[in-house]
Structures are given as C-alpha cells and as structure tokens.
C-alpha cells in the first residue's frame, strides 16, 4: 500500500517568528503516526536549517527548489551538494510557478529530478495543466508530457512522490473536484504503467495540489487514486493538522 503523503509548500512566505509559530502548532499537533501518514513541510531555503532544528522529528523537510547539475559558478542558486550536507531530504522541484515565472522547461525539470535523485535526495516532481489546456481538453495530454520528460531521465521511481497540481487551482480557491483529481490520477497511474512499469504504476505515489484546505481534503483524500496533498497557502495555518488527519 502506498503511504499518504502531505507537503506543505510555505513558497516564498514568512520570518523567523512564523516559522516558530508553524512549527509549535505543528509539534503540538496530534496526528496519525508516521506508519500511516509522511508530513514534509517545505520552508524558503534560508530557514531551513531552523525549521530542521524546531520541527519534531516524525516530519521532515523539502527544499522548494535547487541547482540543476554540481554546485559552482551559478550565483544566487543552491545545490542537491549542499541540501545533502545539511540532511535535507526532499525537494520540490518542477513546481508551476518556476515552470511559469522562471520558464523551467520540462526538459530541465527532468535533468535536475535525475541529478537530485543521483545525490540520494528524494523528490515531489510537480506537473499539472493550465486552464487554457483543460478547456481544450488537453490535460491528459499535457501532464503525460511532462511525465515523460521525467521518465526519459530516470530508471528508478522509488524516491519519487509525484505532485499532480493543476495550475487553475493554484492559490485560486477553485480546488479540483475530486473526480477531475481523480481521473487524472487514474491517467496518470495507467500512463505510468504502460510506459514505466506495473510495479512502479502500483508503489509511486501521486499526490494532489491546487487550493487543498481543511474542508475538502477528506472527499478527495477518499478517491482511490489520491494518495496524499501538496498543500500552499493551508500549509501556514493551523488547518494544515486537518490535512494530515485526512490520511485516516
Ligand atoms: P495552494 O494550496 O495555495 O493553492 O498552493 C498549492 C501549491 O502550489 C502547492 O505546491
């Protein structure tokens, strides 16, 4: 069976005394145990080593981002090298918003997926479809490709959570119904089967993100397909605890 998983992406939120407040209501929280439910919460890269520091330790941590190749001359970026120094154990990569505001191609999602991966970091790959291509009817489409991309690059899927998060429902308040995040979830699990493997198909986990809050998360945590959230702007307050409650 595949283990719920729940992110919680804070994106590019907060100071210092959020943060200590996230994490005391966080480490406060009764929750299922980690048998049953992975909690990784995903802070901006400088309070990391902070909120590794506060957070109890049955959750863990993801960067929202990194370098594509070894560390080096790239300023302002941050490497898997480094990530691995300070025991960070996931990352985000492939998020919509890069791919939109900072024009990361499928194509480089996947290189830095498979790069990440080689340094022993594990990743929720993010992939999901505008508006526009859901109107045209081209979702299936469009999240196959960006599939692809990363399956052409890898060979082993074990470290690999795969986000599925439509980008209509991004911060928008207008969440997938749990039929559309299923049947794309269903797609994506046959997609994965006839292109990567039945047993890859069956153990990967693919999770849902696209303005998840304490209210909806029970109805689409129940669809078969769902297997766990990435959750934005309810990441920063306290109904994140409902989310994960929603693994049970
Ligand atoms: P919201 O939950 O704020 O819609 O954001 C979802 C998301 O982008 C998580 O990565």
Not at 45 to 69: I, M, Y
Not at 171 to 190: F, Y
Request: negative net charge; aromatic residues 8%.
């Amino acid at each position: 069976a595949r283990k719920f998983f729940v992110g919680g992406n804070w994106k590019c939120n907060g100071t210092g005394e959020d943060v200590k407040k996230i994490v005391t209501v966080l480490n406060e929280a009764e929750v299922p145990s980690e048998d049953v439910v992975e909690v990784v919460v995903s802070p901006p890269f400088v309070f990391l080593p902070q909120v590794k520091g506060l957070l109890r330790p049955d959750f863990s941590v993801a960067a929202q981002n990194c370098w594509v190749r070894k560390g080096g001359a790239f300023t302002g970026e941050i490497s898997a090298e480094m990530l691995v120094n300070l025991q960070v154990p996931w990352v985000i990569l492939g998020h919509s918003e890069r791919r939109a505001l900072m024009g990361e191609s499928s194509d480089f999602v996947a290189d830095k997926i498979a790069y990440t991966l080689s340094q022993g970091i594990k990743v929720i790959a993010c992939i999901g479809e505008t508006l526009e291509q859901r109107e045209a009817g081209t979702t299936m489409e469009v999240v196959a490709a960006q599939t692809k991309a990363i399956a052409e690059k890898i060979s082993d899927w074990t470290n690999v959570v795969l986000a599925y998060e439509p980008v209509w429902a991004i911060g928008t308040g207008k969440v997938a119904t749990p039929a559309q995040a299923q049947e794309v979830h269903d797609g994506l699990r046959k997609w994965l089967v006839t292109n990567v493997s039945p047993a890859v198909a069956e153990s990967t986990r693919i999770i849902y993100g696209g303005s998840v809050n304490g209210a909806n998360c029970k109805e689409l945590a129940a669809k078969p397909d769902v297997d766990g959230f990435l959750v934005g702007g309810a990441s920063l307050k306290p109904e994140f605890v409902d989310i994960i409650k929603s693994a049970t």
